[in-house]
């Protein structure tokens, strides 16, 4: 028996309230923001009104993705564009290859307790939006 | 020509989620998922309680919400409804429907279907009351707003 750490509803929602508060000052655009558990099962996800379709699941793809390889994604594509292998390779449709905008959510012992997402904005508005959100819960 | 069409947004469903953890949390129980989506079933804003059932709450909670938008009823009212049927819900063949307490569906002052709540995670009866008080919630943001 053991005891695992789990990602509070507290802490979730404070994360993506403060993603939406550090929105505007990266863009115009309506955006979408995922926190998954560690497993990759959501925890909160809200969207803007009038965000893209196509947002609003990559928001999701990049929380699961940065969750699961327990590393933000930019790092987690880095490393694969130096290996070569494709992401098919990994055999989960669920992850992507995104350069920016998901990051890990750890714990102040390192534990992986999650990801984040963001999606709609530009990749590097994404990324400073999943950052500050980070830092405003703490858990940068 | 453009047709504008009145749907539920980010502003009520977000209190509707507030509101439903505070009356989850005065009510005591286990822990729940709550859903909120549009009139097309897209979410807008859902969230999990840490320890809620991975598969069943998380799932149901969404079937909920999306069965009282697409059915235009409360998720009760839905399963009375399809009581009557041959073969029942599962009839439709649309395994993201849900017949049974916990999901309600968000109408505006005009009538328009504008989207629904889905809660899972306790009992029926408790998951329905948090529903309802969402549902409340989005009503009166609405009136407040306009």
């Known amino acids: ?140 | 020509m453009t047709h504008l069409r009145k749907t539920l947004g980010l502003a009520e469903s977000r209190a509707a989620v507030d509101a439903m953890l505070v009356k989850a949390n005065d009510m005591g129980g286990r822990p729940i998922a709550l859903v909120v989506c549009d009139d097309r079933g897209d979410v807008i804003c859902q969230v999990a309680q840490a320890g809620v059932n991975p598969a069943l709450a998380r799932q149901n909670a969404f079937k909920k919400a999306y069965t009282s938008a697409v059915s235009r009823a409360d998720t009760l009212a839905f399963a009375e409804r399809v009581k009557a049927m041959p073969g029942g819900v599962a009839s439709f063949g649309n395994p993201n429907f849900f017949a049974g307490g916990g999901g309600a569906v968000l109408v505006a002052p005009d009538g328009t279907i504008i989207g629904g709540i889905g809660v899972s995670g306790r009992t029926n009866e408790e998951d329905e009351e948090i529903a309802q008080t969402g549902k409340a919630t989005v009503a009166a943001s609405i009136t407040a707003s306009t």
């Not at chain 1, 789990?6 to 923001?33: F, H, N, Q, R």
């Open chain 1, 1 to 140: 028996m053991y005891d695992r750490p789990v990602l509070d509803i507290d802490d979730a929602l404070k994360l993506v309230d403060a993603a939406l508060a550090a929105a505007p000052a990266e863009t115009k655009k309506p955006i979408a923001v995922a926190v998954v558990d560690e497993m990759g099962d959501w925890v909160a996800y809200v969207r803007m009104d009038g965000v893209t379709p196509f947002a609003r699941e990559y928001a999701r793809r990049k929380a699961y993705t940065a969750s699961l390889m327990q590393r933000d994604v930019h790092e987690f594509s880095a490393a694969r564009a130096q290996s070569g292998r494709p992401l098919a390779d990994l055999g989960d449709a669920r992850l992507v290859g995104a350069q920016n905008g998901g990051v890990v959510i750890r714990d102040a012992a390192g534990n992986v307790l999650g990801g984040l997402g963001v999606g709609g904005a530009a990749p590097e508005e994404d990324e400073r939006i999943a950052r500050a959100a980070l830092a405003a819960g703490g858990l940068a």
